[in-house]
């Protein structure tokens, strides 16, 4: 994923190493990826922050009633 600024920077994050060591479902890995791609920069942000597993965490214990 690349994320760029106005400013000129440029972040790009390879979402598969991003990714490689989270605990994830079929439904949370669904969420995620639409995360990339709806929303790259709240994305981003968990990954630098290192919070991207809470998130997951999050997702997965919505239960659907």
């Given at each position: 994923m690349d994320v760029?600024?106005?400013a000129g920077y440029m972040?790009?994050?390879d979402c598969w190493k991003a990714e490689k060591n989270?605990?994830?479902t079929p439904s949370s890995d669904y969420a995620l990826n639409a995360l990339a791609i709806d929303e790259p920069l709240e994305y981003?942000?968990?990954y630098l922050d290192g919070t991207i597993?809470?998130?997951v965490d999050a997702e997965d214990s919505l239960e659907i009633f």
């Open positions: 760029y600024t106005s972040l790009r994050i989270l605990k994830t981003a942000k968990l597993q809470i998130w």
